[in-house]
Nanobody, 115 residues
Framework: QVRLVESGGGLVQPGGSLRLSCVAS????????RGWYRQAPGKQRELVAR???????NYADSVKGRFTISKDSAEKTVFLQMDNLKPEDTAVYYC?????????WGQGTQVTVSS
């Protein structure tokens, strides 16, 4: 069982920055990918960024050049650095951890971009 806890969300003005963190605990040995997804009101959950062991990272086109996913050396914490935030980035952001057969999710953290 894997537990994911996100933090770092909040209210920020357009053009500002936020850094999200996701701390994992439990049986991480079977996890091969970590990611960030988001869900805006009335929309489906969508991939923001993902990091796959041995394969690197991938990003949604809408955040390329603005967001950066990374993880610490212990591979317990994954970060999402979000720069030049736009109002359309407003959503609940969820952390994920993938095994070959299952995806674990965090509880989500709200990001609101507004002046």
């Amino acid at each position: 069982q894997v537990r994911l806890v996100e933090s770092g969300g909040g209210l920020v003005q357009p053009g500002g920055s936020l850094r999200l963190s996701c701390v994992a605990s439990g049986g991480m040995f079977s996890i091969y990918a970590r990611g960030w997804y988001r869900q805006a009101p009335g929309k489906q959950r969508e991939l923001v960024a993902r990091i796959v062991n041995g394969e690197g990272t991938n990003y949604a086109d809408s955040v390329k050049g603005r967001f950066t996913i990374s993880k610490d050396s212990a591979e317990k914490t994954v970060f999402l650095q979000m720069d030049n935030l736009k109002p359309e980035d407003t959503a609940v952001y969820y952390c994920s951890a993938d095994t070959l057969t299952y995806t674990y999710w965090g509880q989500g953290t709200q990001v609101t971009v507004s002046s």
